[in-house]
């Protein structure tokens, strides 16, 4: 098995004043040649966006687009018609596909949203943009994988173009979970929301990330109650 520690500080930042966030894979204008990608993982950004204010994105193309609202409501809008309210607990994807208009603000005028914006490298290219949303029970992930986006029918999850899956768990103190990789080959990306965890030797804390490759099975052991977000995907140079 092998271990890519990305400990939080060393995330990119930004702060527009308006949007505040976290990178930890090359974004925008941070550029770090030893944190392009893991895998298919692409993005994996922490945005906190003030009240009232967000994002109307440039036209984008093949890509799977995920986001996980973690504290407040984003209220959307896509050039495939659809518009309306994304909050904690519930999970978006976006398959970009032959190219799509998006837009994502805070819902709120006064209290800060918190969320996680993932990009997935698509399995197939230029596929008819398609959005889907969905919530998900906090009571669904505790002490257990509450799988949220595979591919897989049985996972009873949101749909995505890639043999990609993503998984929140919530432990307690003390307590540990095994993860076993839906696809043969597929790397997991550890992301630790709250709390802190071990993964075999590598200790981890609030945001910090772990790429692992080269296993099939993994136990994450919780130091303290902890929320994690695993993502597994294909891996390629």
């Known amino acids: 098995m092998a271990n890519i520690f990305h400990p939080a ?5 930004v702060d527009f004043g308006w949007l505040d966030s976290h990178h930890s894979f090359s974004f925008g204008n941070w550029h770090n040649k030893e ?8 993005v994996l950004n922490d945005d906190t966006v003030k009240g009232g204010n967000g994002f109307d994105a440039p036209s984008q193309e093949n890509m799977e ?15 495939t018609g659809i518009e309306g309210l994304l909050s904690t607990g519930d999970v978006q994807v ?3 596909g ?3 208009l998006r837009s994502e603000y805070n ?8 969320f996680l914006q993932i990009w997935i490298f698509p399995k197939q290219l230029n596929i008819k943009p398609r959005y889907d949303q969905k919530s998900f029970d906090p009571a669904g992930r505790i002490e257990q994988w509450q799988i949220i986006v595979s591919p897989r029918p049985a996972d009873d999850a949101l749909w995505i173009n890639q043999e990609a899956r993503l998984a929140l768990t919530r432990l307690k103190a003390g307590n540990e979970l095994s993860y076993s ?3 043969p080959g597929n790397g997991v990306y550890i992301f630790v929301l709250e709390g802190a965890i071990t993964v075999d030797d590598s200790k981890l804390a609030a945001r910090d990330g772990l790429g692992i490759t080269g296993t099939d099975s993994f136990s994450v052991h919780a130091l303290t109650d902890a929320d994690i977000l695993a993502i597994e995907v294909p891996m390629f140079a």
């Open 181 to 183: 990789p839906a696809f």
């Open 9 to 13: 500080p060393e995330r990119g930042h």
């Open 98 to 100: 032959s190219g799509i």
């Open 107 to 114: 819902a709120s005028h006064f209290d800060p949203v918190n």
């Open 35 to 42: 944190k392009v990608h893991f895998g298919a993982l692409r």
């Open 65 to 79: 687009i995920i986001s996980i609202p973690l504290k407040g409501t984003l209220a959307h809008k896509n050039s």
């Open 94 to 96: 976006i398959s970009a």
